[in-house]
């Protein structure tokens, strides 16, 4: 089993819609959550840590589950330029590096 | 305060050429991360490495792979004898702590013709 595995996809939502991803991580001792975008052959980029208690920033919220061990993002009214592949991140301790899940790719239509 | 810096930002070499990667993190950075992603596939993890220290290189080939930090100076990753399998974007990520956000630069991308 992936020490991260997350959906699938890919995803084509239109524009103005909700999507919502999810992201299970196998190590119970997973300290630290995050979600990264990446656009086609560019850097990834942070998008936004998660906290126990959830968070939101504008238009995306992220909430973590420890007791199921899966973490969520949440992209409302979607716009064109969400378009992107969208990386569940986990850093375990003891592992001590950061641990990139292999993507959602999301592409929002005119 | 500059990103993560990497450079260059494509590098073309010939089969059985060596390649080097270097990497300059953010200023107060002592954390270093090095990811090869190939293309249409995910980011892999390489090697972690703190000041003058490897911490983590179980992502890294056995051979003809190398990572440093020196106390002064860039990351450099260091591949002897390329050959055509090694082409592929190589990131370079760097982080205040253990469990902070990372942040990336822009890549290199290695060509071996």
């Known amino acids: 089993r992936k020490e991260v595995e997350q959906d699938p996809g890919p995803f084509n939502v239109p524009e103005g819609a909700t999507v919502a991803f999810n992201c299970t991580y196998s190590n119970s001792a997973s300290q630290s959550f995050f979600w990264y975008r990446q656009d086609c052959r560019k850097e990834p980029k942070l998008l936004m840590s998660v906290y126990s208690s959830g968070n939101e920033d504008g238009r995306f919220t992220a909430q973590l589950n420890r007791a199921s061990q899966y973490i969520s993002l949440l992209i409302r009214d979607s716009k064109l330029s969400d378009s992107a592949t969208y990386l569940c991140?986990?850093?375990?301790?003891?592992?001590?590096?950061?641990?990139f899940g292999s993507g959602t790719q999301l592409t929002v239509l005119p | 305060n500059a990103g993560v810096m990497q450079n260059p930002r494509h590098l073309v070499r010939r089969r059985g050429q060596e390649a080097r990667l270097r990497c300059s993190p953010m200023?107060?950075?002592?954390?270093v991360y090095w990811y090869r992603q190939l293309p249409e596939e995910g980011l892999k993890f390489m090697v972690y490495l703190q000041k003058e220290n490897i911490i983590d290189e179980s992502g890294m080939p056995k051979e003809r792979f190398s990572a440093e930090f020196p106390k002064e100076g860039p990351s450099i990753l260091r591949i002897q004898q390329v050959v055509r399998g090694d082409s592929a974007a190589y990131f370079c990520?760097?982080?205040?702590?253990?469990?902070?956000?990372?942040?990336f630069g822009q890549g290199t991308r290695l060509t071996v013709v």
């Open positions: 990520a760097s982080s205040e702590g253990v469990n902070t956000e990372a942040f």
């Open positions: 200023k107060g950075h002592s954390h």
């Open positions: 991140v986990v850093n375990i301790r003891s592992a001590r590096q950061l641990t």
